[in-house]
């Protein structure tokens, strides 16, 4: 290769990123010397941005397009740089891509338990884990506060970080969400949107958002899953009497499976505690049955034709208030159970009683 060639080659014209790595968040374009040529071509793509730094110091930020890096397109860097021996001359600087797209496989747990304070069960001690999503929403702020002169930044260095953010503001989202530790489960996505907005706005000088927080689980210490289980375990029987029914039951279905030894004594033991309840029941007295009386009296027994419907039933209380209305007279076809058929009320003589208020009608007048 002559020595023009390898001129040729250190001045780059053509400025671009294929990222195959699916982690890195940050790419430095290597360079020879820092020198990039006058009008070069700068591709970026869909989910990038190109960041320009010169001496440290951000000169341009070029969003997704083609670009030819010219003065025109530069004035930033043109005015830092106060060139003194005309534009042709390769600029010296750097070129940073940043991809912008969002990475998904973020990971978070809780190394140590969360304590926070439940109305119900007072001080508990919680687990959660999930995931998050992450994106980067202001490239130049992410080049000054976290990247630097980083050549090839990955999720693996911020990941750490960004868990460490996550738990801290866990503790705070769960104690302050008001919601009983038995609902917890039902509110995993509404805390966190919650926490995504507020991790969000805490990296914002970052330059880092976080648009997707994800709660897989939440989960309390093993005592305490097993001390809810025998609370639901009671609340599934009833009362406490049958729980130890049921507990006994399962005892000494237990020492039926193991015989002899520790399972005999066991038995013996449940035979005598069997056999003390019997006695016991035994010299329990009797309740008295209840003192004899005389049979309700029937209540709603009684049809009538009243309005051209059959109507009821009725008791003799609601027949005299109809009679005492004139919905029911002596020629309503009234029936119970016992008559023939229909017949008209005032030849029932068990309802004498009802039109006893109840005038007869008058006489023909003539």
Same mark, same amino acid.
């Given at each position: 290769m002559g020595l023009w060639d390898k001129l040729k080659g250190e001045l780059v014209d053509i400025i671009e990123w294929l990222d195959d790595s699916r982690d890195t968040i940050v790419w430095r374009f290597p360079r020879y010397q820092n020198e990039i040529k006058m009008g070069a071509k700068l591709i970026v793509r869909e989910s990038q941005t190109a960041v320009f730094v010169n001496e440290g110091t951000i000169a341009d930020v070029f969003p997704p397009g083609t670009h030819t890096l010219t003065t025109q397109n530069l004035?930033?860097?043109?005015?830092?740089?106060?060139?003194?021996?005309?534009?042709?001359?390769?600029?010296? !600087?750097?070129?940073?891509?940043?991809?912008?797209? =969002? #990475?998904?496989?973020?990971?978070? +747990?809780?190394? *140590?338990?969360?304590?926070?304070? %439940? !109305?119900?069960?007072? $001080?508990?001690? @919680?687990?959660?884990?999930?995931?998050?999503?992450?994106r980067v929403s202001d490239p130049a702020r992410l080049l000054t506060e976290l990247v630097g002169t980083d050549p090839q930044f990955r999720t693996a260095e911020v990941q750490e970080y960004l868990r460490q953010l996550v738990v801290s503001h866990l503790g705070s989202a769960l104690a302050t969400s008001g919601v009983p530790?038995?609902?917890?489960?039902?509110? &995993? &996505?509404?805390?966190? /949107?919650?926490?995504?907005?507020?991790?969000? %706005?805490?990296? !914002?000088?970052? +330059?880092?958002?976080?648009?997707?927080?994800?709660i897989e689980n939440i989960s309390v210490p093993p005592e305490v899953e097993e001390a809810l289980d025998k609370r639901t375990s009671m609340g599934v029987v009833g009362n406490l009497d049958a729980y130890t029914k049921f507990q006994t039951a399962n005892a000494i279905e237990d020492a039926a499976k193991n015989p002899g030894g520790a399972g005999d004594a066991f038995g013996i033991g449940i035979g005598m505690a069997a056999g003390q309840r019997a006695t016991q029941s035994m010299n329990t007295p009797a309740a008295a049955p209840p003192a004899a009386g005389p049979p309700p009296l029937p209540v709603g027994e009684w049809f009538a034709a009243?309005? +051209? &419907? =059959? &109507?009821?039933? #009725?008791?003799?209380?609601?027949?005299?208030?109809?009679?005492?209305? +004139? $919905?029911? /007279?002596?020629?309503?076809?009234?029936?119970? *159970?016992?008559?023939?058929?229909?017949?008209?009320?005032?030849?029932?003589?068990? @309802?004498? !009683?009802? #039109?006893? $208020?109840?005038?007869?009608?008058?006489?023909? =007048?003539?």
């Open positions: 004035p930033i860097l043109s005015t830092i740089k106060g060139w003194k021996y005309g534009f042709d001359s390769p600029w010296k !600087a750097e070129v940073y891509f940043v991809n912008t797209r =969002q #990475f998904t496989d973020m990971k978070w +747990g809780t190394q *140590n338990p969360v304590i926070v304070r %439940d !109305a119900e069960f007072g $001080a508990v001690r @919680l687990r959660a884990f999930g995931s998050f999503a992450m530790l038995l609902d917890l489960a039902a509110k &995993q &996505q509404s805390i966190g /949107t919650t926490l995504s907005a507020v991790l969000t %706005d805490e990296l !914002a000088p970052s +330059g880092i958002a976080i648009p997707r927080f994800i009243i309005g +051209g &419907q =059959q &109507q009821g039933p #009725f008791d003799v209380a609601a027949l005299t208030g109809h009679a005492s209305s +004139g $919905a029911l /007279t002596r020629e309503t076809l009234v029936w119970r *159970n016992g008559l023939a058929g229909w017949t008209a009320a005032g030849q029932v003589p068990e @309802l004498s !009683a009802v #039109f006893a $208020a109840v005038p007869p009608p008058l006489p023909p =007048q003539g």
